[in-house]
């Protein structure tokens, strides 16, 4: 039974409702919101507000109503213009209510403010209302809310009547043809056979080399790819652009660009000198920028990709063109485009027209997808359903990727519901494109349908970094709590992503050393299909001279200001119901903020940009990312700290003082400063309790610094729920007694964790800080640098049983390394500039003798160990393994590790006798005098234990 509404105000009643929650995409995720909070707001002795009791349980039932026939009229607004209407009124009352219920919500914390600042870390409760007296602004703030909710509700009378018109037939929290929902695993699909583009690749790879005329290898060259969305334009341009032959032609002067629109000349010149210079650029003035174009690519043989291309505005193309020029012969330019008008304008003797696939292909690519993970027998099953539903896909490729990765883990079932759905015969030019991803929406949850559409906001081309955008979903309130755990929401959200990235939502993954995404973009047409179904609900507004009139109901806007002129941004005046909003521009601003009361999300970017004036008023500020450049220092004001519902606060560029108040805000779980500003003590961080990232831009983490106290260590103490902490300038005096109340063995949540001492200091002093400096035993990531005690084994360190990775660096003095072999879950070991180290063996390893015979049991050292890097150990003269071990016997070491790395160990004499049961793949040594002839190939004493691994380097 699902309590989804029930109070009076005055005594607290619960009405149970006996349907289960069901409904879909935005409006229901909305109702969900609603219901959860609303009921934290009962029970508060409330009598005072007449009548009220009745609002609210009429308000319930209304919506209980409405949630129940959600999924039929989601279907049948994409042919009922009627339905359409009614789930718009609908969308529109319910944000409405949610920014009343914020409202509420923020007062109430507010008066605990007022009334007594609340314990450090402690939840919002909201009991200020147990007094036996009210104040008369408290009566009137009731009052005030009552009117709200009534006038709502009348609204949502008249929605509820509206709905019987339409007949809607009530359906259950199913998917889209009422069979189970599967638990799904997260696994990104790539499909590494391109189908139906061989042909295309082979001519474009021809069109690349020199054409053997002295006249076409003198011009720059210009290749324009045509062709519909989600034909595979880029696919085609990215597989061309990573051959080997290719990468020969250019040499590492190959740039690909995401042009999109606008066309930003500026922008895309940046990123080609970056790209060619390998640095980042500072210069923002595009006189300037111009002349740095030319002299970065003046002389030189390149390649460029200019990716989605949509103006045909020849004077900006020329500007362009004039300094490709300047590359020397054999140069290349490809462009992707869906407009054969570009292809003319930059000249279309090279063009090449894509065309669909074929129904072969299609069904080739959707069972790759679809049915990899089956056996070939169990494949012959889906033969002819799955030839029938790759007709469907139209020819294109996106089409048939999005239906395979959806049909993955479908039974056949569901194929034959899919095929016979009505979905197929809607006719709509626009929404016949989208029909295979309609499939793949509605297979969602309502959550993710949420998540997913917020992406509309974002320009084509977007890097999403995965973290931030599962904290702007979080802003927006699209995950609740069921636990009250702090991490509860950025779990939801992860699995979100997850779910979305398994059905192809997303695309080109970015991976950090141990597969985790970090970022990833969206294909055009996956964007457009996102836009398509949130046309009256988000826009991206693209202002050149003229300010464009944004409209009355959007929710969700995003100005890209392309003008050089600084912008007013009097089309905003009007914008009081905005919950998002995202201006970029290239001179500086001060967004009008007195107008914007119901902001959740403000992203500002752009030279000289200002946070407004009012920012304290903005109370349902949940997310603020500021960049004015990295030179530019911004102020923030004191009244920051009336923001009591921020999570997240991002300053990318420096700032000139963070404020005391900032220590009110202790539901902000995210905090990014820039490196160069907060010049002052800011021991009011300290108080944020509710931290769980405190990141440094250009570090990633906060950094602690001896030249400037920015935060003590005993700031940490309350810190409970960072997931990383670097602390640097460790090692003085003073920091024996703050490590202990750091605490940082009660930070269950901390995951990273890295450890900067300074050389100016003591090695005494160094090995009781580390020793004081206990961590969790969740930690998965430490690092150390620049430790000076003459032992490595604090009592903690084979404690860390969830520890993946280990990175000693440059700590000098130690001669004798801890177990490590004993750490069931260390994946990756490097060991750099250790110079004290002179041998290791049996207490590395963690055992030293061992019984080899037959009845001995099994022991597995280094268990998980993939990788091991030792660097610069050029006192390392030995490296062994145990006294007892044998080839085949029940003593393994390292029977996971697949790469070793050994590089200026000048002294080290020989490799140790269990890596020949090592499943190795990758081996270098570089800089290893003595080793480069033990290992030499078939005469060295070592060889045996390595000729096993397929890929060897040795170098001088």
């Known amino acids: 039974m699902n309590e989804t509404w029930g109070f009076l105000l005055g005594e607290t009643k619960m009405i149970t409702y006996t349907e289960p929650y069901n409904g879909s995409g935005v409006i229901s995720v909305l109702l969900q919101q609603l219901t959860s909070v609303t009921q934290e707001h009962v029970g508060e002795n409330l009598k005072l507000v007449t009548r009220v009791d009745k609002e609210l349980e009429s308000l319930g039932a209304n919506l209980v109503a409405i949630k129940a026939v959600l999924t039929d009229a989601e279907m049948r607004q994409l042919k009922e213009e009627a339905v359409k209407l009614w789930l718009e009124d609908l969308k529109d009352v319910s944000y409405d209510m949610d920014s009343v219920l914020d409202k509420w919500n923020t007062a109430i914390l507010k008066s605990k403010f007022d009334q007594g600042e609340p314990k450090v870390g402690s939840s919002i409760l909201f009991s200020c209302f147990h007094c036996t007296k009210l104040s008369p602004s408290v009566i009137t703030h009731r009052l005030k809310i009552a009117k709200e909710i009534q006038s709502l509700n009348r609204k949502l009378e008249m929605i509820t009547l509206r709905k019987n018109r339409f007949g809607f037939i009530e359906t259950s929290d199913a998917s889209l043809f009422s069979l189970r929902r599967p638990n799904y695993t997260t696994s990104f699909l790539d499909v590494p056979i391109i189908y139906g583009q061989h042909d295309y690749k082979e001519l474009l790879i021809n069109q690349l080399r020199l054409g053997g005329t002295d006249q076409d290898d003198k011009e720059l060259k210009f290749i324009p790819i045509v062709g519909m969305g989600g034909i595979g334009k880029t696919t085609l341009a990215r597989n061309a652009y990573n051959d080997a032959e290719v990468k020969s032609l250019f040499k590492g002067n190959m740039i690909w660009v995401c042009v999109s629109d606008p066309f930003d000349i500026s922008r895309i010149a940046k990123e080609i000198i970056e790209q060619l210079t390998r640095q980042p650029q500072l210069i923002t003035g595009l006189e300037l920028l111009m002349i740095k174009f030319q002299e970065s690519i003046e002389g030189k043989k390149f390649l460029l990709v200019l990716d989605d291309v949509w103006t045909t505005d020849y004077s900006k193309w020329l500007s362009l063109e004039h300094v490709l020029k300047l590359g020397a012969i054999g140069s290349r330019v490809v462009v992707t485009t869906r407009n054969e008008e570009v292809a003319k304008m930059i000249g279309d003797t090279n063009k090449i027209s894509l065309s669909k696939l074929s129904e072969e292909d299609c069904w080739l690519l959707l069972k790759e997808v679809a049915l990899s993970n089956k056996t070939e027998q169990e494949k012959q099953n889906f033969d002819v359903i799955g030839q029938k539903i790759a007709r469907k896909c139209n020819g294109l490729p996106l089409a048939a990727k999005a239906l395979g990765s959806l049909l993955r883990v479908k039974d056949i079932e569901y194929w034959h519901e899919m095929l016979r759905s009505e979905i197929w015969e809607l006719k709509n030019m626009e929404v016949e494109l989208f029909n295979p991803l309609l499939f793949s929406y509605y297979d969602l949850t309502p959550v ?90 988000y826009s991206i507004q693209i202002i050149s001279d003229v300010e464009k009139r944004v409209e009355l109901n959007i929710r969700h806007l995003n100005l890209i200001h392309v003008s050089l002129a600084i912008p007013t941004f009097s089309n905003l005046k009007k914008k009081k119901n905005l919950h998002t909003l995202m201006v970029r521009c290239h ?32 109370i349902h500020l949940r997310y603020i990312s500021i960049d004015s450049g990295i030179e530019i220092m911004i102020n923030v004001p004191p009244t920051i700290g009336n923001l009591l519902n921020l999570q997240t606060l991002k300053f990318f560029s420096r700032i000139k003082e963070l404020p005391e108040e900032v220590g009110k805000l202790t539901n902000l779980r995210h905090l990014l400063l820039s490196e160069g500003g907060t010049e002052t003590k800011q021991s009011s961080i300290g108080k944020l309790t509710s931290l769980q990232t405190l990141e440094n831009r250009d570090q990633r983490f906060w950094a602690f610094k001896k030249n400037r106290m920015t935060m003590e260590v005993r700031d940490f103490r309350n810190l409970n729920n960072l997931r990383k902490i670097w602390l640097e300038g460790l090692g003085r005096e003073e920091h024996k007694e703050e490590a202990k109340e750091a605490q940082l063995h009660n930070k269950t949540s901390l995951v990273h964790l890295h450890l900067i001492f300074d050389f100016n200091s003591e090695m005494e002093t160094h090995e009781i800080v580390l020793e004081t400096l206990r961590p969790h035993e969740n930690l998965q990531y430490l ?32 001669n004798k390394m801890p177990p490590l072999g004993k750490l069931p879950c260390l994946e990756s070991l490097s060991i750099q500039w250790s110079r004290g180290l002179e041998k290791m063996g049996a207490e590395f390893l963690g055992v030293e003798i061992y019984d080899n015979t037959s009845s001995a049991t099994e022991l597995l050292l280094f268990p998980k160990l993939k990788q091991l890097q030792i660097k610069n150990a050029d006192s390392l003269k030995e490296w062994v393994g145990v006294v007892g071990w044998k080839m085949n016997g029940p003593l393994k070491i390292m029977p996971s590790l697949e790469t070793l790395q050994l590089t200026g160990c000048l002294v080290l004499e020989s490799l140790p006798d269990f890596l020949e049961s090592t499943p190795l793949k990758n081996l270098e040594i570089r800089r290893c005098d003595i080793l480069e002839n033990t290992c030499k190939r078939e005469t060295g004493d070592d060889w045996p234990k390595i000729c096993h691994v397929p890929n060897i380097i040795i170098e001088k």
């Open 783 to 814: 690092r150390i640098e620049g430790y000076l005690g003459g032992s490595f084994s604090p009592s903690w360190m084979v404690s860390l049983i969830n520890m993946r990775s280990l990175c000693l660096y440059e700590c000098v003095n130690y």
């Open 448 to 537: 993710e349908r949420r998540c997913f559409l917020y992406c509309a906001i974002f320009p084509k081309d977007n890097v999403f970094d995965r973290d931030d955008l599962i904290q702007q979903w979080v802003a927006q309130g699209y995950f609740k709590s069921r636990n009250n755990g702090q991490h509860e929401f950025e779990q939801s959200g992860l699995v979100c992503f997850q779910n979305l990235a398994t059905r192809s939502f997303f695309q080109e993954f970015k991976y950090d050393n141990y597969n985790f995404t970090l970022e990833c973009k969206m294909h055009d047409i996956v964007h457009d299909f996102a836009k398509y179904l949130t046309k009256n609900e």
């Open 587 to 618: 001179f500086g601003c001060m967004v009008p903020g007195e107008h914007l009361r119901c902001l959740k999300t403000l992203i500002l970017k752009g030279e000289l940009m200002k946070l407004p004036t009012n920012i304290g008023d903005l």
